[in-house]
């Protein structure tokens, strides 16, 4: 195992190091940031000041090499737009995004995992039919319409929760439900098909000849099972929110990490691009490292 | 005794709560549809930033006031003492909110910052472009301002220098702004909100406005239902679509003015009856309520007709196809290569419904004749089109922009956009050149008669460019304040002028 890690350590490092280099020319050709941060009537000598003071004159190269210096001191450098160190907004934003990925996650694992063994135990019955409607919807439905939608009808209409925001418990009310919708809708699928896979199988079926009862048949002996396939679905949602739920971050003002990361490419703001990038790359090679040493505690069979 | 203490426990706990709800009351909440990237006074004439900190922490030396002109702010008095100086006095018993006073050696200090080389500050490089200020401190609260060259509208530019005290540092952005305002910066939640809260030693009136907390979100539907629900007080900046509530909802002329520049410097665009041809094109009409806001006004030149030199005699050009198709028959009789292909370039984002603008424009001149083609860049590629210097090998040009000024005066538009080595002006032309430079130079009644005349020669003389909309921006305000937007809530919300009904 240790040796395992240590290989998927460096394989990791090899892959980040790639990206670093690829973000840090492929933002350059996106353009030069002083247009954007200055009006459009500032005078030639205040955009190359501009330019001066961001090292945005010096070659390419000699960029990259200044980036690659001050990185090794494990330095990102300041961002344009607040005047701060990048990393330090990074991880500042990367925070609320791990606390939502979480709680959204841990929610949508466990109800995605009861409903769809139970929609499995009696395929084409009525329960297994509305999960199967509701979530198919939930995974296709388009997450900002439910989110606009969720407001206008939780928020404005019934003035149950608050539209949007951080400050309190009811404020995570929407942004983890619009959230929550459309993993749980694809994991719930998944789910159901691995379980009419296991409950239909040879081993199942003697465990039902010797009498064993319906519950551990489901939860015990068949989850256990076919819940390889399940994880893997799994850490692909995750990682899709480690990089940041966008749309609902931007609608529900959740300052995470993937609002941050859109303004900055937007605004040219490379050195939080870069540290953002990183942190989530750093985050996603992490989890799936704990996803394989998942699959070796599920089944014995797998040992690396 | 002890019924006596119950009931002073209870008028205590009955003023404690009602003097909590009094203050709720007399808070605000602003939504904002940015987050602020910082809260530095000198950057303060960005929209999102000038709507926290201008006038509300950091006030300015002079103050343009809708309705009425350049008024005083931290300086009483202005007075020319040629030769580019003038002479400020300023306001005393002022102090700051680290309880430092004000004195001439913050203003000094202020504009040494502003305009030096060691930060770049939006309002150095929006308004003291190109201009040497240098001060002279004659006593505590009077300071000589030189510009060079001379600047007869210096006191209007001032009106943009936001005041800091002296111990600001030169070389980085303050992250606790301080400045002399009714409110004092207290606190910056980065992503989730501001608070500001009334400065007791405040020079002037107590505001009604005792604490204000700054939200912000994106999406303007959720701005509109924030203040729908009551989580907020005012959405300075709502999309058109949202605004569907007249009791809550303010359309107000936001001091952007949409226009085509055009270049002048090339064929067939150099020759005035495919300008006039241009312009007789455009059914302007035809996007007001459609495309654009109702409320959108026809546009005749740069600036909205609240600022000064405003030339409301000037009528926009009517939608006159059929003559457009004349002027380009006539210069094409005189060898003028009027099929030559112009390039309409537009600004991705630059307004709503851009796309759906330019594409009407576009079939408008293709329908007279013009050989066009639209090209739509996003901010840093347009501006290589709209700003000096000029690609060599780049063929006619018309390029939208959408230009804001809400200074009430025209020298803040007129120089960068017409006059010859105007950094985004596509005119060469001496005439104009001597208008802008005499009306810039003139003060009172002719400096107002000489830009109407500018307006007049660049709109209906030399037909300079396109003229289009001074457009409409939408605020929601909640009914328990009274207040109404106006053009300067595009760059600024004074707390201080909002009270509650």
Known sequence: MKSFLGKRAIASAISLIGLIVLVFFLSRLTGDPTALYLPVDASLESREQFRELHGLNDPLIVQFGTYVSDLVRFDFGDSIRRSEPALDAVLRAFAWTLQLALITMSLVIVTAVIVGSLAAFHVGGVFDRITTFFSLVGASAPDFWIAIVAIVLFSVNLGWVPTSGTGTLWHWILPVAVLFIRPFGLILQVVRGSMISVLGSAYVKTARAKGVRNRPIIFVHGLRNAMLPVITVIGDQAAALLNGAVVVETIFGFPGVGKLMIDSILQRDFSVVLAAIFVTAVAIFVMNILIDILYAVLDPRIRY | MKYQNGRVAAILLATTIAGQAMAQEQTVTVVLSEELDVVEPCMASRSNIGRVVLQNIAETVTEIVPGSGLQPRLATSWEDMGGGTWRF??????????GSSFTAEDVAHSIARTTGDQIVCEIGAKFFGGIAITTDIVDEHTIDITADPAQPILPLLMSTMTVVPAETPMDSFVETPVGTGPYTFDEYNVGQNITLSHYENYWGDMPEVLSATYLFRSDSAVRSAMVATGEADIAPNIAVQDATDPATDYAYPNSETVYLRVDHEIAPLNDVRVREALNLAVDRQAFVGTVLADGTLLATGMTPPSTLGYNAELEPYGYDPDRARELLQEAAADGVAVDSSITLIGRTGNFGNVLETMEALLQMFQDVGF??????????????????????????????AQHDNANGDPVFSMYFKYASDGLQSGIQDPQLDDMIAAATAATGEEREQLWSDTFAYIHDEIVGDVMLFHMVGFSRVNPRLAFEPTIKTNSELQLAQISFN
Do not use: C, I, Q
């Open chain 2, 89 to 98: 006095t300023l306001r005393e018993g002022v102090t700051f909110h680290d």
């Open chain 2, 371 to 400: 050989n066009m083609e639209l090209k739509m860049f996003e901010v840093a590629e347009w501006e290589n089109s709209y700003s000096r210097p000029f690609a060599e090998d780049r063929g006619p040009t018309l390029v939208a």
